[in-house]
């Protein structure tokens, strides 16, 4: 009878063991943490599921991303401070915020630098250019995988702005970016950072007498139940942009970074066909919570900025990316 126990015990011990063992196998699967601030129906958290579902499908389930949306994780800023401590693998930022942490990143901060989408996809994709500056930044704890379009960037407000004299000694909430400060500062604003999840209440408050962003800002985060002018001037199409740890990139082995930055790059091209259909739904649903879409004409915009571009051409760290940008369609 103890031979049969003792038999039994080794029995059980046996499957124990292969069930761990087992289990070892199953969580020895990479699992990346990514945040970003957008809500869950918005166009950019469907194109980060599409690439984690590239990411889980490319590698056979070796590299699973786990998406934590609407800020869970900390702001844009928060997640890029956790990013180069190595406390989080990666996140959605922008090229505003990105710009304070990688100065090559503000070379698509200068406001019209891009005279169109088509233009604006040609840099992204170029080299020389879009690629170029993803890979610059890993010195300083981040690799930039993908962009996603972030669509044309206009001002609303709690007044109509036509001109960039409207906009003299208004208030207007800006990223912490030094493109993005300057710009106001020439346009006759007074900038204001602040984050996005303050904004509504400021606005509401009169804290801020405006923003500046993409027509989702309006609906999706119902900004315009309190700013009632969205102005049509497009002063910059700013893309946001996928990052991944130094710490986490430098983790994986050559076969699985190939692995990201092809999924980064089909998710790019889902975001881009996304983006078309949103903009023009989100346009329709602005007019209907009762904002006044204001069409203007953008060359006083151009010429108010028109420093901006000098400098940039003087600047060691962008220079070069600016020239490129110029002269991608001449």
């Known amino acids: 009878m103890l031979n049969i126990k003792n038999a039994k015990l080794h029995f059980a011990s046996a499957l124990l063991l292969g069930s761990l063992m087992g289990a070892s196998s199953i969580s020895h699967a990479e699992t990346l943490k990514l945040s970003h601030n957008g809500d869950t129906k ?66 698509f901060n200068i406001p019209y630098i891009f005279r169109d989408r088509e233009h604006f996809y040609k840099a992204l994709e170029n080299n020389d250019i879009g690629q170029k500056i993803l890979r610059s930044s890993e010195k300083y704890g981040f690799v930039g995988l993908a962009y996603y379009d972030g669509g044309a960037r206009n001002f609303y407000t709690t007044k109509p702005v036509r ?3 409207d906009l003299k000694g208004m208030k207007i909430r800006v990223q912490p970016s030094p493109s993005a400060i300057k710009m106001m500062q020439l346009m006759g604003a007074s900038p204001t950072p602040l984050p996005f999840g303050e904004l509504y209440t400021a606005l509401q408050q009169g804290v801020v007498d405006g923003a500046e962003n993409n027509i989702g800002a309006v609906t999706t985060y119902r900004h315009g139940e309190v700013a009632k002018y969205f102005s ?48 023009d739904g989100e346009l329709k649903k ?10 203007v004409d953008k060359d006083a915009f151009i010429k108010a900025v028109e420093p901006m571009h000098k400098e940039a051409l003087e600047n060691p760290a962008i220079a070069q990316y600016v020239k490129a940008i110029k002269a991608l369609d001449k």
Do not use: C
């Open 232 to 279: 049509l001037d497009g002063h910059t199409m700013i893309p946001d942009v996928l990052v991944i740890s130094s710490t986490s990139w430098e983790a994986l082995s050559d076969k699985k970074k190939a692995i990201l930055v092809e999924a980064g790059k089909a998710s790019t091209a889902y975001m881009k066909k996304l983006w078309s259909e949103y903009t």
């Open 163 to 165: 001109t960039p004299a």
């Open 42 to 107: 918005s166009p950019i958290h469907k194109a980060l599921k599409f690439f984690a579902d590239e990411v889980k499908e490319k590698s056979d389930g070796e590299i699973r991303v786990r998406v934590y949306p609407n800020g869970q994780l900390g702001t844009q800023r928060e997640s890029l401070e956790l990013l180069q401590t190595g406390a989080l693998d990666m996140a959605k930022s922008n090229a505003s915020e990105l710009e304070s942490f990688d100065p090559a990143y503000g070379a």
């Open 286 to 295: 602005a007019s209907k919570m009762g904002v006044e879409i204001i069409k």
